[in-house]
């Protein structure tokens, strides 16, 4: 592996796996239990940001009180989590993957989702071999990604920032990138319109192979 090749670390929701319809679905179930009306994928990805009690400040005008985001967070969670179990990979990802590992090219995933759910999944794809590491969140729900990418590199040790590049769906990931000095590819077929993704001030792709071919420029 040269020395100026890109550790990518990838996020999962909406960039490795292909769960963005099942998202919109488990948000209309839950928003039906909370007497919020239903929201098409356009709109989604025009409000959607991270942390999401912010999202739900833009429904709703307000932001949710503790109690709120709670019960919210875990209807969404009984919905999302029964419905994912059918959702596919990305189209094109195991084969990525594979051919980085197989190229020397190192890679780890890093994920919102709870760590307690987020390793099975991974798992039953077959891609956990992949990863160098595979973390996903612990404690609260209702920030971003900033430190639990700081923990992440931590772990990873002797990967340098200036090696690492996060591909995510969301500008959370550019921001989490932007707090540990790494790098930032934003993907279009997750949570955000391309608006703003672009807003970031990132490299914005439509696809996870040319995320790839870009966190490679980014670092050499």
Known sequence: MGKHSAHVVWDWNGTLLDDIHTVIEATNA??????????TLERYRELYCVPVPRFYERLM???PTDEEWAA????????YWRLAEACLLTAGAAELLASRQSAGRTQSLLSLAPHEHLVPIVRRHGIEDRFVRVDGR??????GKAE???RHLTALEDVPPERIVVVGDAA???????????????YTGGSHSRASL????????DSLAEAVEVAEELVG
């Open 148 to 150: 639990h990418m700081v």
């Open 172 to 186: 959370d990931d550019a921001l989490a990138a932007a707090h540990v000095g790494a790098k930032a590819v934003l």
């Open 138 to 143: 612990v404690g609260a729900s209702h920030a």
């Open 61 to 63: 005008g307000r932001l």
């Open 72 to 79: 919210m967070d875990a209807v969404f969670h009984r919905h």
């Open 30 to 39: 839950s928003f039906a239990e909370i007497g919020l009306g239903p929201i």
């Open 198 to 205: 672009r807003a970031s001030g990132v490299p914005v792709v």
